[in-house]
């Protein structure tokens, strides 16, 4: 192949966080740190636009969400753009609306759709629920390609994980933990 | 008396050229391939040239496997791809008698490909190139 890659594409995406750490357990302490500690950041939290690249490797091997996890004030605006050059995404609420799939948005959210996004296109949606919104890429749901927002009050802490829903495991280790985008503001897939 | 013999010496050389030398068929020599092949940026959406594969046509009755056939910039016949899904590369599923209608293959790549539009899940790439390796770099963006 003459498929040009650059060193940062050429290996797996991987999570941010512990992979050996049992989810469940991760959630509950990261949630108590954070809830102790309470320090939002990152800059998301503060610009008027909050960007999202949807990503790919030249190949279409890997494909993700940047970031994967963001924390943004209610009426903040996220916009979603395709880098993937040679693909297309959805930003994609986790709705029965969309593709009858579960609901894991807060309750009074509108659910939220960018249809197929090809190279360069835009997406944005502006939030005012507070709570944690899951989206998910719709040609790319099973190979992990999803995100997760937590929209917060100044000081909020009190959001429960959702269920599983039946999702593949690929799927629910996409999201990342609650615990941790309050802690960070902003999750990066981890390249190796 | 020489000549009988040079004479079956030629034709054999040209059976054997003709076994072995297999041009593309004409439905898909040059691009747009004939029908039922369709530009895959027509069905689904993707852009019409996709860097590192080129323009890709397909019959859709032959989703997802194919063969896709694809072009480069200038309208040649690059490589014939046919897109396996992980989770139909099982004891119980096999894909028989595929068409392969490119002609002579220079080289194969097989690679995973996470998913687009058309082939919603993760699956394999498998490219027959009917061009040498540097000839890839005419799709390359």
Known sequence: MNISFCGMCRSPVKPAWPSRMKRREFLWEGGGLAAALWLPAGPAISAPVVEVAMAGRADGSRVWFDPMGVLIRPGQTVRWTNTDKGNSHSATAYAPENFDHPRRIPDGAKPFSSDYLLPGETFEVTLTVAGVYDYFCIPHELSGMVGRIVVAKPGQTDFRPYPDDDLDQVILDGFPPIAVILAKGEIHPEEQ | ?141
């Not at chain 2, 910039?73 to 595929?98: C, E, K, W």
């Open chain 2, 1 to 141: 008396m020489t000549r009988f013999p040079a004479t079956v010496a030629a034709l054999s050389c040209l059976a054997a050229s003709a076994a072995f030398a297999a041009g593309p068929s004409d439905a898909v020599a040059v691009n747009p391939p004939k029908a039922p092949y369709q530009k895959v940026g027509d069905l689904v959406a993707l852009p019409d040239f996709l860097p590192g594969i080129g323009e890709l046509f397909v019959d859709p009755a032959t989703l997802p496997a194919g063969p896709f056939v694809a072009y480069d910039h200038d309208g040649r016949l690059v490589s014939t791809i046919y897109m396996i899904p992980i989770s139909q590369m099982n004891a119980d599923t096999s894909f028989d008698n595929l068409p392969a209608p490119g002609g002579d293959v220079d080289h194969v790549d097989i690679y995973y490909n996470a998913g687009h539009p058309g082939v919603e899940e993760p699956h394999e790439h498998i490219v027959l190139w009917h061009v040498p390796v540097a000839g890839e770099a005419s799709v390359a963006k």
